[in-house]
């Protein structure tokens, strides 16, 4: 149902730390914060991207935490930069 569906997700995302992985992470990596996201604070993309040792932060001008939708341009440009 679509009750035990948003239980489930919320769990997943919400209560779930996969902190301890991201030092493991060696491949390079992007991370792509927006500056003003009320639900991932920038001090969120700077710890992220501090416990990865290769990533690359990008901070976007934008609010909003689906940045990826409100400036897909901008987005799809970072991404294509980074794997280029």
Request: one cysteine or more.
């Amino acid at each position: 149902s679509r009750l035990v569906l948003t239980k489930t997700f919320a769990e997943a995302t919400f209560l779930s730390d996969y902190r301890f992985i991201l030092e493991h992470i060696k491949q390079p990596t992007l991370i792509l914060q927006s500056e003003n996201d009320a639900l991932a604070a920038p001090s969120v993309g700077e710890f992220v991207a501090n416990e990865i040792s290769n990533a690359t932060l990008k901070v976007i001008s934008a609010h909003g935490h689906c940045i990826h939708m409100t400036h897909p341009e901008t987005v799809s440009r970072l991404i294509f930069d980074f794997v280029s």
